[in-house]
């Protein structure tokens, strides 16, 4: 939980919530969106790109 005084500073607390927004878009959006799009592919395809990419 992160508490900010918005009356003292309005622009830090839009620079930190875009910060945040950042990060969730970045570490958790994305990465759903990428499997979302590789699980979608035919399996033969997810194979070599699995085998290609040594995960």
Do not use: C, F, W, Y
């Not at 990428?34 to 040594?54: F, H, I, Q, W, Y």
């Amino acid at each position: 939980m992160v508490a900010v005084d918005d009356t003292e500073d309005p622009q830090l607390v839009e620079l930190l919530l875009e910060t945040i927004n950042d990060l969730v878009d970045e570490l958790i959006t994305k990465p759903k969106t990428v499997a979302g799009v590789r699980d979608r592919l035919p399996e033969a395809l997810r194979n070599k790109l699995t085998s290609a990419s040594g995960t």
